[in-house]
């Protein structure tokens, strides 16, 4: 009934504005099932970064979370943060000039253990980034990013316990940041074709292993990776 209801507000702020839409979501408890979706330009899921209509924090706590965000159009931001345990998330932007910018357990309050999240991504000059967890206590995680376009600039950080990211991307002058580190090793692969790329990848798990994997067709770009078992600060 809840998530039946959520649709109905939503449709109802699309009716009546047209565009430029905002949702604000705050949520407490295990097993919840959200599905968020926005069509047109300049919409907002309201975040930490929020600032269009006084919007105040998406705020999502609880363990055992499925959500869902499809945002269609140009110029449009995912913004917020999640205190989750076992989250399953499936994130949708067909569109150019998107804004996602999400942590996930920033506080340590779960763990963000056994998170599944795939982000789906259309458009050219997009920005994406992602902060996973904090004191390498995402475990068993498996982060998928598939990208078609250019210009896109994707930078996520994740503390994990063990894990596996993948990329693809396809399009030129896409940018690619990768922070990882831990004390059980992570699994890194991205799959890439264009040109004038630029990657960063840093992975620097505490007396572990790391498995970097990369495959890349095209011309011309920057490739930096440093891997450090001894957990100091790398950088490229």
Known sequence: MKKQLLSLLIVASALAFGADNEIFVEQSGATANIDLEQLGSGNIIGGVDASAGSMTALDLDGTSMTLDINQIGDSNKFLGDMLADSLVGFFEFDGDSNTFNIQVDPTNTHGADSSNLNVDVTGTSN?????????????????????????????FDIDYDSGTSYVDIDGDSNNVTFDGDGYAGGYFYLDQTGSSRTFNIDQQSTLDNDWLKILSTGSSGTVCVVQSDGGTSTSC
Do not use: E, R
């Not at 995402?138 to 598939?146: G, H, K, Q, R």
């Open 127 to 155: 920005t994406f980034t992602l902060d996973l967890a904090t004191a390498d206590m995402a475990s068993s995680t498996d982060l998928d990013w598939i990208i078609q376009g250019d210009s896109n600039t994707l930078n």
